[in-house]
């Protein structure tokens, strides 16, 4: 069985019950808190917003008021890009989380959270999406609200679109995941796990920095 948890409530009863039944499972993207699988499949996401931090705290010179956009609280992802996240900001104490809020990973989501984070601190100048639909939700929200300031904008994915907004610059960065090798490897760990061979029960993938410098590579190839 090859999983992808859809959230954090209730993510490990498949997992169970395919154990249950002597079915091996792989998680891909992230795991069954209370249930992992045999082995999970993912981008190295503390490293990836760890590095995403760094070039936030380069490119505003170590000071900005930050909005953070959260995936579905309590999801792998989430716990993770958080936590990198905040690794690289406690090296940079003029670059302050002023509000953050949980957008589960939507679009229209992240733009309403970004416009109610704008109305209640218009002084906001960087916005982070846990992924790059709530990174492009909050994009059109800073476009709507007219502010006098340039907003940084960055996300998590490269994701099509993620990838299309920061060739056009509404997006700034994101970091872009290897899902088509994560693909590849997920099938080949059910090979590996239908035949009683061994694969390793952690299995990270590096996210790639990515900025209007380098994506043409991505849009024309995704790893």
């Known amino acids: 069985l090859i999983y992808i948890p859809a959230g954090a409530t209730a993510a490990g009863v498949p997992v169970r019950a395919a154990k249950a039944a002597h079915i091996p499972v792989i998680a891909v993207d992230r795991n069954a808190p209370d249930a992992p699988g045999d082995t999970i499949i993912a981008s190295d996401s503390v490293a990836g917003a760890r590095t995403l931090g760094e070039y936030v705290i380069k490119a505003t010179n170590g000071k900005a008021k930050l909005g953070v956009l959260q995936g579905q609280l309590g999801t792998t992802p989430e716990i993770d890009r958080t936590k990198g996240f905040q690794e ?3 090296k940079a104490p003029g670059v302050v989380i002023v509000a953050k809020q949980t957008a589960d990973w939507a679009q229209d989501k992240g733009f309403a959270v970004a416009q109610d ?3 209640r601190d218009s002084s906001i100048t960087v916005f982070f999406g846990h992924a790059d639909a709530m990174a492009l939700g909050a994009a059109q ?3 709507v609200a007219n502010l006098d300031h340039k907003v940084l904008i960055v996300g998590f994915d490269g994701d099509v679109a993620g990838l299309k907004a920061v060739k056009a610059g509404s997006v700034d960065a994101t970091m872009t995941q290897q899902t088509q090798f994560m693909g590849r490897l997920a099938l080949d760990s059910a090979l590996k796990l239908v035949a009683h061979r061994s ?5 990270l993938q590096k996210a790639i920095l990515t900025t209007k410098d380098n994506v043409d590579q991505y849009i024309a190839k995704h790893p």
Do not use: C, T
């Open 117 to 119: 984070m704008l109305q």
């Open 199 to 203: 694969v390793p029960k952690e299995q």
């Open 88 to 90: 690289a900001l406690d």
């Open 141 to 143: 929200a800073v476009k």
